[in-house]
């Protein structure tokens, strides 16, 4: 079993910049490919950004590509997620989640056997 724990969402103006972590513990962290996800409120969970075991590969929702950046660090059991010029749009609740057997399209949330509790990010116009 892997617990999550988001941390790091925040009320923040459009442009600005936020940094949100996703601590890991339980089994171990490398082992897994890690997304983010995202789950405004009447809409539907969408992903967001996804990144393999050992970090060489990463993906992107267009939406927030060139915007967003995932990270992570195994030393430390964390994956992170980098969110520039934000929008009113990005508002919502943001998950992180693991996913044991990885994929090369890491998009529907069915493939992710662990989330965590979500982190609520609000973007003022």
């Known amino acids: 079993q892997v617990q999550l724990v988001e941390s790091g969402g925040g009320l923040v103006q459009a442009g600005g910049s936020l940094r949100l972590s996703c601590a890991a513990s339980?089994?171990?962290?490398?082992?897994?490919?890690m997304g983010w996800f995202r789950q405004a409120p009447g809409k539907e969970r969408e992903f967001v950004a996804a990144?393999?075991?050992?970090?060489?590969?990463?993906w992107y929702a267009n939406s927030v590509k060139g915007r967003f950046t995932i990270s992570r660090d195994n030393a430390k059991n964390v994956v992170y997620l980098q969110m520039n010029i934000l929008k009113p749009e990005d508002t919502a609740v943001y998950y992180c989640?693991?996913?044991?057997?990885?994929?090369?399209?890491?998009?529907?949330?069915?493939?992710?056997?662990?989330w965590g509790q979500g982190t609520q990010v609000t973007i003022s116009s």
């Open positions: 989640a693991a996913d044991r057997l990885g994929s090369d399209r890491p998009y529907q949330p069915t493939l992710y056997e662990h």
């Open positions: 339980g089994r171990t962290f490398s082992n897994y490919a």
């Open positions: 990144i393999s075991w050992s970090g060489g590969s990463t």
